[in-house]
C-alpha cells in the first residue's frame, strides 16, 4: 500500500480513482469521519482503501457517541460534534475530488494540496470566499472545461458542508471525465501547455484593460452550457 501524494503518483489516474472511491464510500451505511490524504492509502490495483476508523459514524450511534470532529483542514468549518450523522464525509470528499482533478491539470501548483500534513486550501477561506488558491483550482478546472469539478468546487462553497447532491456530481464527473480525456487526446492538448499559456493569457488581458478572471470565468460557463 501507498500513502496517497508521494511522489509516483499520476494524478489524472488519481483524480478518476478517486470520485470512484468517493461514490462508492457514500453507498456504504457507514461515514469515516476523518477522509484526509494520510487516511487514505492506494493498493497495488490502484484501489483506494480507508484507515483509521476512530471517528466514523453509525446508524446505530447516537450524537452523543461522537468523540472527535475530524481533522480540521479536511473539515468544513460549521462542523461540530452535535453533527455526527451520514453525510460528515461531504465536504472532505468533495474537497478532495477538487484538488485531485485540478493537481491533474497543474501537478507541480497543486502536488503540496495532497502532501500528508499539508493542505493548499482553507475550508475557512473557501466557506467565506477569500482563498486565493482555491480560487485558482476553479478557474483551471474550468478553463480546461471540467465543469463538472467545477460544480463540485461551487458545492465546497454553500452551506454547512451538508452536500446532498454529490453522489450526482461525482457520477457527473466521471461520466465526463472520459470524454475529456478523449477530447484533449485527440486535440494533442498538454495539460502544463494549457495552464501556462491560460495563465498568461488571462493576466496580459487583464494588465491591458481586456476581461477579468471573472469575465472569462463567465464566458466559459456560457460556452460549457451550450
Request: hydrophobic fraction near 40%; charge should be negative; proline fraction near 4%.
Amino acid at each position: 500500500d501507498r500513502y496517497v501524494g508521494r511522489e509516483e503518483c499520476d494524478f489524472r489516474v488519481l483524480s478518476r480513482a478517486f470520485d470512484t472511491f468517493a461514490l462508492r464510500q457514500l453507498a456504504e451505511e457507514y461515514a469515516h469521519g476523518d477522509i484526509k490524504p494520510e487516511n487514505i492509502v492506494v493498493r497495488d490495483d490502484g484501489s483506494l482503501r480507508l484507515v483509521d476508523m476512530d471517528a466514523a459514524w453509525r446508524e446505530e450511534f447516537d450524537p452523543s457517541d461522537a468523540e472527535e470532529c475530524g481533522t480540521p483542514e479536511f473539515c468544513h468549518p460549521k462542523r461540530e460534534l452535535a453533527r455526527f450523522d451520514k453525510h460528515i464525509d461531504d465536504f472532505p470528499l468533495a474537497l478532495l475530488s477538487v484538488i485531485f482533478a485540478a493537481s491533474a491539470i497543474d501537478p507541480v501548483s497543486f502536488r503540496g494540496a495532497v502532501e500528508r500534513g499539508r493542505l493548499l486550501f482553507s475550508p475557512t477561506l473557501i466557506a467565506t470566499g477569500g482563498d486565493a488558491a482555491f480560487e485558482r483550482a476553479k478557474w483551471l478546472l474550468l478553463g480546461a472545461g471540467d465543469v463538472a469539478h467545477y460544480n463540485i468546487a461551487l458545492s465546497l462553497e454553500q452551506g454547512s458542508g451538508v452536500i446532498p447532491e454529490l453522489v450526482e456530481l461525482l457520477s457527473a464527473a466521471l461520466s465526463a471525465g472520459e470524454q475529456h480525456k478523449e477530447n484533449r487526446e485527440r486535440a494533442g492538448i498538454d495539460a502544463s501547455t494549457f495552464r501556462d499559456a491560460n495563465d498568461s493569457a488571462a493576466l496580459t488581458a487583464e494588465r491591458d484593460g481586456g476581461p477579468s478572471r471573472a469575465d472569462e470565468e463567465e464566458r466559459l460557463l456560457l460556452m460549457a452550457a451550450d
